[in-house]
Every structure is written in C-alpha cells, then in structure tokens.
C-alpha cells in the first residue's frame, strides 16, 4: 500500500473552510484514497473517497490533483465539532486492513 | 439501521484472566476488522473476518490472542492471560460485501489490565 504524509496538527477558526493536505506521491493507478476522522475516544468515522474525480458528500469535499499524488480534504464551514484527527489512507478496494498513519490533529477554534 | 456495537464498552481485568469482546457488524454487513489503539499510538490493524473465515490475521500477536466470526452471533476477539500492555481501546469495524475499503467502526472497548 502506498504511504502518506499528514501535516501533524492544524488549526482552523470555526465558521472558515478546513483545508486538510495529503501528500501519496507513490499510489498506484488502482488505489483510492480515503479520509476517516476520530474524534477524541470514539472509533473512527468514514469521511469519504476517491479516487481521480473530485467528490463531494454531506460532510466534505474531497479534491484530488490530477496526477493523483496529493489531495485536500475540504470541511467547508467548520464547526467546534469537527476538532478531530484526520487520517488520509490510501488503498485498493479489494478488501482488508486500513493502515492508519498518524494523521493531522485538526483543533477547530472559536 | 443501527451501528457497529461492541460490547462491553469498559473492561477490567486482573492480569492472567481472559478478556472476550463482542462485536456485532452492521445489517447487512459480512466483513469484520478489529483495531487496537493503545494509549497515546495510532491505529494498528489486528485481523479481518468474514462469516467463519479469517481472512487476515497478519496484525494480531501470535499468542494469547484469537478472533472469529461465527455464522450466527457477533464476532469474539479473545485475550487469554492479559498482561498489562494488552491495556488498549479496541475498535471493530464492518463493511458491506461490495465496498471494502468503506469500513463503520463501532464505539470501540476499552480494556484495563489491573
């Protein structure tokens, strides 16, 4: 699996758009990129995928460079809710283990 | 639909006594995966299931540990003897049968070894 590299920590003021890098510049042509958030204690929460085309869900959007080897994660108007660590994995879809790195600490701030 | 539970949410035990915990995928769901996190790390993968089937095991410690997904009932991850570094949140997660990778993760246990 492809590996990716996370800024540690991030902060962004409630009401403003969160925008979360992530650097895969080996992924394969048949990997997805993924984004889960935990926050505090709980268990990880789906975001959302893609894997070349932009996507956008009720949660975030998720911008893809046409290369592949990078991508944002975009909250658009965060709220306090949303201080979580964000983590970028990127995989085939087939199934099976996700390899969580350490993720970006993302403190939303009044 | 309700979500991935686990069960019990806290447990305690004292060091050689065995720990079982539960996980019940979401409707629907075939796939099961379990995660350990201990204090202050990330995420570390464990194993994967399907119905009766382990799938991959590659991340769970070779002793004391085991897992299994039984055709009717929750899936068990097992710790025999627990020692103290076995003190950890652990985290199931399901997936449908089609998109894999798309994993709900329940509310995770929380074992303390005493």
């Known amino acids: 699996d492809a590996k990716t590299t996370q800024p540690t920590s991030m902060d962004c003021a409630e009401g403003r758009a969160a925008n979360l890098p992530c650097n895969h510049s080996t992924i394969s042509g048949n990997e997805y990129v993924y984004w889960y958030r935990q926050i505090h204690s709980q268990g990880p929460q789906y975001i959302i995928h893609?894997?070349?085309n932009n996507e956008t869900n009720e949660m975030a959007s998720l911008i893809i460079t046409e290369d592949r080897k990078s991508s944002t994660l975009i909250l658009p108007h965060a709220t306090l809710r949303d201080t979580a660590v964000y983590y970028c994995i990127v995989g085939d879809n087939q199934g099976g283990k996700l390899i969580f790195g350490q993720g970006t600490e993302l403190s939303v701030k009044p | 639909n309700a979500g991935v539970m686990q069960n019990p949410r806290h447990l305690v035990r004292r060091r050689g006594q065995e720990a079982r915990l539960r996980c019940s995928p979401m409707k629907g769901h075939s796939h099961v995966y379990w995660y350990r996190q201990l204090p202050e790390e990330g995420l570390k993968f464990m194993v994967y299931?399907?119905?009766?089937?382990?799938?991959?095991e590659s991340g769970m410690p070779k002793e004391r540990f085991s897992a299994e997904f039984p055709k009717e009932g929750p899936s068990i991850l097992r710790i025999q003897q627990v020692v103290r570094g076995d003190s950890a949140a652990y985290f199931c997660?399901?997936?449908?049968?089609?998109?894999?990778?798309?994993?709900?993760f329940g509310p995770g246990t929380r074992l303390t070894v005493t």
């Open positions: 299931l399907q119905k009766e089937n382990i799938i991959d």
């Open positions: 997660a399901s997936s449908p049968q089609v998109l894999r990778d798309e994993q709900y």
């Open positions: 893609g894997l070349k």
